[in-house]
């Protein structure tokens, strides 16, 4: 395995002319080797920083936010029909503000099930009203699409014109299930008509727009980096809305000091654990960790789901390295039978240089069992039965590379899908669900249901062929395109297209999942959301988890930078 990351760059166009901060970026030195890894540029940057004073002190925007959440309500009832109703939840979806009008976005999505809406003759709307429908989780055929076709089955070209909606049309057609070839011709229609008007005289943002989704529909996109564009570009949209601008803007000023805090108290977290364990092998990716939880839950009051995820990313890599680039076999399997056995006592099986790393890992479940509050009822023996399971993970790969093994695709697949972290990091996520439906969640997350296993395939995939443009580190054990590559005979771009074929496949999976119980949709949106940080982590072929130079921009953008 390897927990990896990709995004070069990619919040640049959205953050121009925002004001400069002095972070490692503005003087970086040229780093030491360690162990192959190049080391975080961050080190101990937000132990020590001290944000510049905002325009206006916190209590003044918390004051004026609530004044236009006010307005943003009055918007709801003032709107005379339910086009204007959906482009509304759809801008506040992009603006990222859409968790503060929960309940009334729900009672606008059930009165869109129940009119006729879909009778309208704008694609665009009718489009906008399927994503929004499937993506919370409602079922709507793709038969309402039919209207747009011609006498010979096929999409008309008389939308062949229309880039707003042939975009919204891609952008919905992605939440496609198995058996739905009228949403495939709609990709393919939409997409070969938008790639031919991006060198016309497309405006802005619409211009901008169609790039993205052209590189990752909308549905798949990371979605905070998404809202850092929206923010950029809103105020050119036609019905652009002062009052939704102003509030994205005060929201995520107001989260960056929540998420500040949250980033000194991890990198402190990391500095005493890196310190107690003594290995200078393993990587330094708490900011990179901690950057990874905050795309699943940014919003204020999920603190001890983000802490939760941005430790078990950072147990899960400290292991994994461990696995991979130092301990022998024996070694492996030593630490495998302790934590299986997850008792002080087995720290005596191990080698002098294991044994502080394993009390930490114990201490570390321990305090993480000891911050849940009374009131929440996350059972933090789910996540460490998962993390024992996922270790078991790691001694079958070590095996198969300390004897040269080259498995067949399938079994490569189904392990590593696992040892990703799907299992482990679907049950952190269970953390931030409603205690209504916690016990609920953790059961099924347990059960390591389709959509665990089918995103960790696509983080896996992603993964495996950012993996391959990059040297191999010692131990690591061969990956899906070179298990492919072995097992069919076939070149590396043979093996890549297929695997992207079979990415395809497990993001229907996920869709379909949106559908099958209403109820768990809390527990499952988190876990989509991971599936959905790998076009953060894994964007243009890159891994910018292990390569983190890559990354910086994005955590300047996301954390230091006022809007």
Not at 180 to 207: C, N, Q, V, W, Y
Not at 347 to 352: G, K, M, N, R, S
Request: proline fraction near 4%; charged fraction near 25%.
């Amino acid at each position: 395995m390897k927990i990896d990351g990709g995004f070069a760059g990619g919040a640049r166009s959205a953050v121009q002319g925002r004001r400069s901060v002095a972070s490692p970026l503005a003087a970086a030195a040229v780093p030491e080797k360690q162990s192959g890894f190049e080391p975080s540029p961050w080190s101990d940057f937000f132990t020590g920083y001290e944000p510049e004073p905002l325009q206006k002190s916190e209590e003044w925007m918390l004051v004026r936010a609530n004044e236009l959440k006010e307005h943003v309500c009055m918007m709801f009832k003032s709107c005379n029909n339910m086009a204007t109703q959906i482009c509304l939840l759809d801008t506040l979806q992009h603006l990222g503000i859409d968790y503060h009008f929960k309940e009334k976005i729900d009672t606008i999505l059930s009165q869109i099930l129940e009119s006729e809406f879909f009778s309208s003759s704008s694609l665009s709307e009718v489009a906008l009203g399927f994503r929004l429908l499937r993506e919370h989780g409602h079922w709507v055929s793709p038969d309402v699409f039919n209207k747009f076709k011609a006498q010979d089955g096929g999409f008309s070209k008389d939308i062949s014109n229309d880039p707003k909606g042939l975009l919204s049309l891609y952008n919905a057609a992605h939440l496609h299930v198995h058996g739905e070839p009228t949403l495939e011709e709609a990709i393919t229609f939409a997409r070969h008509h938008l790639r031919s008007m991006r060198g016309s005289d497309l405006k802005t943002p619409l211009a901008n727009q169609v790039k993205r989704a052209l590189h990752i529909p909308l549905p798949r996109a990371c979605k905070r980096i998404e809202t850092l564009h929206y923010i950029s570009e809103y105020k050119e949209e036609e019905g652009y809305n002062p009052v939704l601008l102003e509030l994205a803007k005060l929201d995520f000023n107001l989260l960056q000091h929540v998420h500040l805090k949250e980033l000194k108290a991890i990198t402190e977290w990391w500095n005493n654990f890196s310190r107690n364990i003594g290995l200078s092998y393993i990587r330094c990716r708490v900011v990179e960790s901690y950057t990874w939880a905050y795309v699943v839950y940014y919003q204020r009051g999920f603190k001890l789901p983000r802490r939760i995820i941005a430790m078990m990313i950072v147990l899960i890599t400290t292991v994994d390295d461990t696995y991979d680039i130092h301990a022998t076999i024996d070694d492996c399997r030593k630490l495998h039978e302790a934590i299986q056995r997850w008792d002080e006592s087995a720290v005596d099986i191990l080698p002098e240089y294991l044994k502080r790393l394993y009390m930490e890992l114990l201490i570390t479940f321990k305090n993480i069992e000891d911050e849940v509050p009374a009131n929440v009822d996350y059972n933090v023996s789910y996540l460490r039965k998962a993390f024992q399971n996922h270790v078991s993970g790691y001694l079958q790969e070590a095996e198969w590379s300390h004897n040269n093994h080259w498995p067949k695709f399938e079994d490569q697949v189904n392990l590593t899908s696992l040892t990703v972290g799907g299992p482990t990091l679907s049950l952190s996520v269970m953390a931030g669900v409603d205690r209504k439906i916690m016990k609920q969640s953790l059961d099924w997350a347990a059960g390591v249901p389709d959509v665990v296993i089918a995103g960790g395939k696509i983080v896996r995939f992603m993964n495996d062929i950012a993996a391959f443009k990059r040297r191999k580190c010692k131990g690591d054990a061969a990956s899906s395109v070179e298990c492919y590559i072995h097992e069919h005979g076939v070149t590396d771009k043979v093996a890549i297209a297929r695997i992207d074929e079979l990415i395809e496949e497990e993001w229907k999976i996920l869709n379909k999942a949106r559908f099958e119980n209403h109820a768990l949709l809390p527990a499952l949106q988190p876990i989509i959301d991971l599936a959905r940080s790998s076009s953060l982590f894994y964007d243009n072929r890159n891994d910018v988890y292990t390569t983190s130079t890559h990354l910086p921009e994005t955590v300047e953008s996301l954390f230091l930078k006022p809007i």
